[in-house]
């Protein structure tokens, strides 16, 4: 009987081994295909999302679907080539006495305006996403892009490049 524990104990380690060197492979794949350099943001033709009531803009592919949100803190937008690849942009006021907005989190990022935020990126099984998460007085400006994890890194550079670009007009 000790015999067999023994053996289905091995057995459970390999197998969780396994799996956790499967997934750390499977990301480095998507990492490594998101840092290829081919991005040319010039063969693509744009349009600008500008937000006035909160000043930022962003721009985005021209032949993506826009959905406008219906109080005017962002908009979703929406890839022609695969209606599960979405980029969002919104902005909201914070509360300085949130417990989420306590929460210091050091910047990672800075966009070409000079804005200093936290970009994360969180690959799954089944959506990844880029989110950037700029703080500006009392207002706090986000941006993400979604995609199935398996085009993930199909997305990534172009989602990268639009957060480079993140403007905000009251900086």
């Known amino acids: 009987m000790a015999t067999a524990n023994k053996t289905c104990s ?5 197998y969780r081994f396994a799996a956790s060197v499967s997934g750390v492979i499977a990301l480095l794949i998507i ?8 991005f040319n ?3 693509i033709a744009w349009k600008t999302y500008s937000n006035s009531r909160y000043g930022f803009e962003f721009p985005y592919p021209s032949n993506w679907t826009s959905l406008a949100s219906e109080n005017g803190d962002g908009i979703a937008l929406i890839s ?4 599960s690849v979405e980029i969002r942009g919104w902005a909201s ?12 989190i050091k910047s990672n990022f800075q966009t070409a305006q000079g804005v200093a935020g936290v970009m994360l990126v969180e690959v799954e099984r089944g959506v ?4 950037l998460t700029l703080t500006q007085s009392q207002v706090k400006y986000h941006l993400q892009g979604r995609s199935k994890s398996q085009e993930f890194q199909n997305y990534y550079r172009l989602f990268y490049y639009i957060a480079q670009q993140y403007r905000i007009s009251k900086f």
């Open 10 to 14: 091995l057995g459970r380690r390999i």
């Open 31 to 38: 990492l490594w295909g998101c840092t290829a350099n081919d």
């Open 41 to 43: 943001a010039g063969a």
């Open 80 to 83: 022609p080539q695969d209606n």
């Open 93 to 104: 006021h914070h509360l300085p006495n949130d417990p989420e907005s306590m929460k210091k």
């Open 128 to 131: 990844s996403s880029m989110t």
